[in-house]
């Protein structure tokens, strides 16, 4: 089955420390997102990435980062310098032929939480 | 710039009632519009979408119309259940532009 994959699906960090969240796709999409979701909020952009080896900043890119040395995989890392990283994390992943016509297809989330 | 304007939640109903959440937007050219439900502690899944105008999009009972004279894509359901208690995202999709552009989301609680 194709699909997209986060793990893990809870994830707790200590303060200070940073954290990888991973998410891989098997749909050969060339474009990949990073979203936070706070409690009773909408999806804020943290990262996107078009192809491989390539990336962009999205609205809150601040103590964040990510790579893209594969296509399939897109991983983000939490930073010590993110003041407040609790939140749900979503990753996504959308095809490049047509982006006006394809929607984004999302993994399962990670709620990352600090103690 | 592009823009999507959902309304507020939470919008709360009684099962069997007439479901409508409004999604408006702003956008140079002429988007793709979708609409996407959350379910508590999950991912969003793809509900419906609409590539040109006029347009209906439909799915598990759900429909909007893409009507580029009012600028709006409206989701409705004739008779909501408790199952449909979730999250819903109106978003927009541009050529020129690799992001999604998202609605803040509207909560849908369904009492029995």
């Known amino acids: 089955d194709g699909g997209i994959t986060q793990s893990p699906k809870y994830l707790f960090r200590k303060e200070g420390q940073n954290v990888t969240l991973s998410c891989e796709q098997n749909?050969?999409?060339?474009?990949m997102y990073w979203y936070r979701q706070d409690p009773g909020q909408g999806l804020r952009l943290i990262y996107y990435?078009?192809?491989?080896?390539?990336?962009q900043k999205g609205d809150i890119a601040e103590g964040y980062s990510v790579s893209r040395e594969k296509k399939e995989s897109f991983p983000l890392t939490v930073t010590s310098a993110q003041k407040n990283p609790t939140a749900f994390y979503l990753c996504?992943?959308?095809?490049?032929?047509?982006?006006?016509?394809?929607?984004?297809?999302f993994g399962q989330g990670t709620r990352l939480t600090v103690v | 710039g592009d823009s999507v304007t959902q309304m507020e939640g939470p919008v709360t109903l009684s099962e069997e009632a007439f479901l409508t959440i409004n999604c408006t937007y702003t956008?140079?050219?002429?988007?793709?519009l979708f609409w996407y439900v959350q379910y508590p502690g999950e991912g969003l899944q793809l509900l419906l979408k609409?590539?040109?105008a006029d347009d209906k999009g439909s799915n598990k009972g759900f429909e909007a119309t893409y009507r580029k004279e009012t600028t709006s894509f409206h989701l409705e359901k004739g008779s909501v259940q408790v199952s449909d208690s979730a999250v819903y995202f109106c978003?927009?999709?541009?050529?020129?532009?690799?992001?999604?552009?998202w609605g803040a989301g509207t909560k849908l609680i369904i009492k029995p």
């Open positions: 996504a992943s959308r095809p490049w032929d047509s982006l006006m016509n394809t929607e984004a297809f």
């Open positions: 749909l050969n999409h060339d474009a």
């Open positions: 990435s078009q192809i491989v080896n390539d990336f």
């Open positions: 956008a140079t050219g002429y988007p793709s």
């Open positions: 609409a590539t040109k």
């Open positions: 978003a927009l999709a541009v050529d020129s532009n690799y992001q999604l552009i």
